[in-house]
Each structure stands twice: as C-alpha cells, then as structure tokens.
C-alpha cells in the first residue's frame, strides 16, 4: 500500500479527496470576509455545496452499480432480462431529467404511499436511475471494448464466467469507459442543481435564496459558479489522475 | 519413446461455420507423456482441434474426452477440463491490468482455492523456471513478446495441468525472441510434460516430437512416430509439398 502511494498520480488522488474536503470545509470561512451580499451568507453557501457533494457522491456510487447492472443485463443472453435493460435506458434517456424527479417527488407518493422519501433521497433516487441509464451505455462499450484473447484467456485457466467478469472483464471495461465515466459524474454534480425544484437546499437553491434576499443576481450567480467550477475540477483532477494511475497496465 | 496410456481421446470431430469445414470428422488419441506437433497450411483445422480440446471452440459433432471427462455442453464438465488442460495462445493474453505475479496466481486462487501464500510461492517457482525471477511485479506491457509468452507458459502451468496445448506460440514473435520460448518448451518436454503443439517451427519439431500429426482441409492426413522420417521423407503428397514450401522460404 504504502509502495503504491508513492507516485504522483496517487498523490493526485488522494490530494482531491482531500482537496474536496478542504473545499467544502472552508468555503464558508473564504467567503466570510467578503462584502454584503456574500459574505453574511458565506455558511448558506457552505452548507449547500455540501448537500450537492453529497447528491453527487451518493447517487454517482449507486449510479455506478446501476449502471453495471444494465450493462450486464444489456448483454445478457435472457431475453427478458435484456428487455427490462433496455426499456430502463430507453425511459430514462428519452425523457426529461426534471420530469424524472417530479414523477419521484409527486407521482411516486400517489403509486406507493408508503414509501416515505425525504426530499434528499427522492432526488438521490431519481438522479442516480438517471445516470445508471447513461452510465449503462458508456459501460457497455468498455465491456464490449475488451479483447476477446483475454476472456478466452480466463476461460482456458478454468475460470467461471462469474469469475473471467469480475476479475477480468470488469476491471478492463472500467479502465476503458473511465474517461465518458467521468464525464457523467461532473454532468451529474451540475444536474443535481435541479434537486432544487423539488426544495432539496443545494447549491443553486441556496444561492437563490440569497440572491432573493439580496437583490444582487449579479454578484451571487458568480459566485455560485466559482463554487460549482472549483467543484468539478476536483472531480475532473481525480479522475484524470486516476485515469493514468489506472493505465499502468494498458497497453 | 514415451508412450503413456491415452489422455485425450477425439472421435469424428466435426467443426463448421457456414459453408467453411474446419475439422471434417478428426478421430485422434494422445497418450500421457506424449509430446505431439500438429503442422500443415493455415486453415486447415490444426488450432480448431485444439480449441476443441478445451471448449474454447464447441464442436458440432463427435466427442472429445479429456482425462475421463467427457467434453459436453456440461459447464462443470467443461470448466473441470480447463483446469486439467493449460492453454498458450499466439498473442500470449496475458491480463493487462494484472502484475505478471498477480497473472499467475490469479486461477490457482480462484479455481483450486488455494492461499495467497502457496499461489505465491508456486509461482515464484514457476518464474524462476522460465527465467523471470526479476520480473514478477512488472505489467505485461512493460515485458518484451518471448517474456510474455514465457509468462503465459508460467501460468498454464500453475494450475499444474495433465496436459499443456500451444497454438502457435512462437508465431507473434520477433525472430530473436522465437527461441527462449522454444528453450523453455523443450524443458518442459524433458520434463514428461503431455504436449499438444500447433507449430510452423520444423526444426523445432523435428527435435522434441514424440509424434507429429500433419493436418490439411479440416482432417489429419499423415501422422507418424518417427519425425525425422516424417520430415525427410514424407508420404502423403500434400505433406510432400507443404514441406517443400516451407523449406523453400528457409
């Protein structure tokens, strides 16, 4: 572990996790010194950058695994299975990602009343089915991407299918589909602004808010924009370094 | 002459896509021991037999039993016969995103469960044996064509097979490299390993053969136990003229 901390790139790595927390930890006390509007307001902005990062973080794990899932079940030899893979994509890409957290916020406590989501875990639940869909395509092409002389490899040694998949295919696929991986992940910390028609106080909620107070939308939607852009090129940092960390064994 | 009792028996194998026949019902057996090289022209059927052997390829028609175990759409079946038969490819396939130690362990873990520790030691062992002590914690992409597939051969290995199969394993690669490989699958011949090698180096089977097979449109057309005699004087007269074809080039 520690032989493999040496490099750069994972200094990178971990420098942005730390970088992320850093970022959110003292927001609030960067923007405190500045002038009315901003700085009075500096810990509402500090606590919704923490709600976006945290938006963001959950629904891109399960978005992840979701992601893998349709993937599969894209792949899968079973027809239904396929089906349901493909009628999941189809939905969630032809339609409106705000229409999409609007059927989980009001259509969804209607079909199921006892399912009792906070705000917070109805946007994680519309957000992360959204970019499982996304994810689902960009994973397929990694797995598809994959050279056949490998899984033929894995199969000759004994192999299961279960196991060429997961120590094989699947960690070849996610080094392939990595850099349109990322690519979803900073689409879905921007998306996650659209938690806030559904009241979730992120980033652009806060920011509205206080703009609504202040009167000053040209001092606060610049400053909210310095926030999300200092956001993504943490994420874009991490995953460019983890992108070469991870090159290592390609060829 | 070694001559064990049968390991691999293929009666009436028959392999087709569309209208292409690659194997037109090939009956063989090979016995324990037995260092066997299958020679003849491209497409005529020699790596699709020995595809067939591990499943890699599902044949149409015909049986094929390994060690007892008969090669059927029995995923258990198939998967115990990958365990038993090691396989070493033309372009090597060694796990990209693996160290070369973690390429060799990787099966023995999985497959016969054993611990870190025992995967790790056998493995080293096995590097040593072909020459690569001082590569275990390299990727494949950082090893020249010979070191690769001298890896491979360690890996194959670490499943410690009944029998090892080679397709072509020396064809990818660079002249100077060609023979480190071939020195390390001598070895393993001296050792008693059963061999089932898809070959283009004639002198290379002229010296470890125990038996050479010569293949043409999907069936065997000439086999005999004495190479030299094959190589020399030929019977068959495609062998006849695929030989004399190839001395040509040299």
Known sequence: MIDKLKDRDALTLVGSVLGLGLILGFIGTALAPLPDPIGPAAQQFADGALTTIELTLVAGALGL???????????????????????????????????????????????????????????????????????????????AAVPSGQIEAARSL?????????????????????????????????????????????????????QAESFRPDIVLPTVAVVYLLLTTTFTQFAAALERKLAVGKR | MRNGKPIIQVENLRKSWGNFTALDGVSVTFNEGEVVCIIGPSGSGKSTLLRSINHLEPHNAGRIVVDGIELDDDMKNIDAVRAEVGMVFQSFNLFSHMTVLDNITLAPRRVRKWGNEKAEKVALELLERVGLS?????????????????????????????????????????????????????????????????????????????????????????????????????????????????????
């Open chain 2, 134 to 250: 001082a590569h275990s914690h390299k990727y494949p992409n950082q090893l020249s064509g010979g070191q690769q597939q001298r890896v491979a051969i360690a890996r194959a290995l670490a499943m410690q097979p009944r029998v090892m199969l080679f397709d072509e394993p020396t064809s990818a690669l660079d002249p100077e490299m060609v023979n480190e490989v071939l020195l390390v699958m001598r070895d393993l011949a001296s050792s008693g390993m059963t061999m089932l090698i898809v070959t283009h180096e004639m002198g290379f089977a002229r010296e470890v053969a125990d038996r050479v097979i010569f293949f043409d449109q999907g069936n065997i057309v000439e086999q005999s136990n004495d190479p030299a005699g094959f190589f020399n004087h030929p019977a068959h007269p495609r062998a006849q003229a695929f030989l004399k074809q190839i001395k040509h080039a040299a």
């Open chain 1, 158 to 210: 004994g192999l299961s299918s279960l196991y060429s998949f997961w120590d094989i295919v699947l960690p070849q696929a996610v080094r392939i589909s990595l850099p349109p991986l990322a690519n979803n992940m900073v689409a879905l910390l921007k998306d996650s602004s659209l938690a806030y028609a559904i009241g979730v106080v992120e980033l652009t909620m806060a920011s509205s808010r206080v």
């Open chain 1, 65 to 143: 695994v979701l992601g893998v899932v349709a993937a599969v079940g894209k792949r899968s030899q079973v027809l239904p299975v396929r089906w349901l893979a493909d009628l999941y994509v189809w939905i969630i890409r032809g339609t409106p990602l705000m229409l999409q957290i609007l059927f989980f916020f009001l259509a969804l406590p209607a079909i199921a009343p006892q399912l009792q989501l906070s705000e917070f875990w109805t946007a994680v639940l519309a957000l992360s089915l959204n970019v499982g869909a996304y994810n689902a395509e960009v994973i397929r092409a990694g797995i």
